[in-house]
């Protein structure tokens, strides 16, 4: 169970709740730099996020037979990342995933922004269209970070898209602020093995957390109980 860039598992706690009342065994792992204060986040990369994720899939492997990795948003890319490396992963569930690789003007953008001195910009937190629902995100962005995802993480990560084999579970909102709703798209046209697709249509990025969130539950739950088995 995997939560977003300058998120925490706090945004995944429905969704976990639901398969642990199912019967299943849930790992939920705080990545590195992640539900503290940004200046912690300053200095983590992709690498480090990846550890954490790869670790607390090697905790839930040793106590389960089959594995189900769920991922929001960066956390998709982390779950896909996992599903690529460990092709005996049973199926992934990914909601509005960080998919594309950015083109090299974006890149080249934040870099200026870095070298200029520049280290933190705007939250990206908390975008949830219910208005009673607020995620405990950080209040800036980390741009090195940020950098680091889209360098060390959804570049190499596009081309394994194509290879991969698990069942996938890909839940997209249309209006996404965040993540655009086209990475949905570019991951359901280039992923190699079989998808099932869900619209959340009354949710922004943080679905998990929206008006959405029990067609989330719900639709986890039922698809965990079909790759299970």
Same mark, same amino acid.
């Given at each position: 169970?995997?939560?977003?860039?300058?998120?925490?598992? *706090?945004?995944?706690? $429905?969704? &976990?709740? +639901? /398969?642990?009342?199912?019967?299943? %065994?849930? =790992?939920?792992?705080? !990545?590195?730099?992640?539900?503290?204060?940004?200046?912690?986040?300053?200095?983590?990369?992709?690498?480090?996020?990846?550890?954490?994720?790869?670790?607390?899939?090697?905790?839930?492997?040793?106590?389960?037979?089959?594995?189900?990795?769920? *991922?929001?948003?960066? $956390?998709? &890319?982390? +779950? /896909?990342?996992?599903?690529?490396? %460990?092709? =005996?992963?049973?199926? !992934?569930?990914?909601?509005?995933?960080?998919?594309?690789?950015?083109?090299?003007?974006?890149?080249?953008?934040?870099?200026?922004?870095?070298?200029?001195?520049?280290?933190?910009?705007?939250?990206?937190?908390?975008?949830?269209?219910?208005?009673?629902?607020?995620?405990?995100?950080?209040? +800036?962005?980390?741009?090195?970070?940020?950098?680091?995802?889209?360098?060390?993480?959804?570049?190499?990560?596009?081309?394994?898209?194509?290879?991969?084999?698990?069942?996938?579970?890909?839940?997209?909102?249309?209006?996404?602020?965040?993540?655009?709703?086209?990475?949905?798209?570019?991951?359901?046209?280039?992923?190699?093995?079989?998808?099932?697709?869900?619209?959340?249509?009354?949710?922004?990025?943080?679905?998990?957390?929206?008006?959405?969130?029990?067609?989330?539950?719900?639709?986890?739950?039922?698809?965990?109980?079909?790759?299970?088995?």
């Amino acid at each position: 169970m995997l939560h977003g860039f300058t998120g925490n598992p *706090g945004s995944m706690r $429905g969704v &976990a709740e +639901a /398969l642990a009342a199912a019967g299943y %065994h849930v =790992e939920m792992p705080l !990545l590195p730099g992640h539900g503290t204060i940004v200046d912690d986040m300053v200095p983590t990369r992709w690498a480090d996020w990846a550890g954490g994720a790869e670790a607390a899939y090697a905790t839930l492997a040793a106590r389960v037979q089959k594995v189900l990795i769920v *991922g929001l948003s960066m $956390g998709g &890319a982390l +779950a /896909l990342r996992l599903g690529a490396d %460990h092709p =005996e992963v049973a199926g !992934l569930v990914c909601i509005n995933p960080a998919t594309v690789p950015q083109p090299q003007e974006v890149l080249d953008m934040v870099q200026g922004m870095i070298d200029g001195g520049t280290e933190l910009m705007a939250a990206i937190g908390s975008d949830i269209a219910d208005p009673e629902a607020l995620e405990s995100a950080y209040d +800036a962005t980390p741009l090195a970070a940020l950098l680091s995802m889209m360098v060390d993480g959804l570049t190499p990560l596009a081309p394994a898209y194509p290879g991969m084999r698990q069942p996938l579970l890909l839940l997209n909102s249309p209006q996404d602020h965040v993540v655009e709703p086209a990475a949905a798209e570019f991951l359901a046209s280039t992923y190699g093995g079989p998808i099932e697709r869900v619209s959340l249509d009354r949710s922004y990025h943080v679905a998990t957390q929206d008006y959405d969130k029990e067609l989330i539950f719900e639709s986890t739950v039922a698809f965990a109980q079909r790759v299970l088995v």
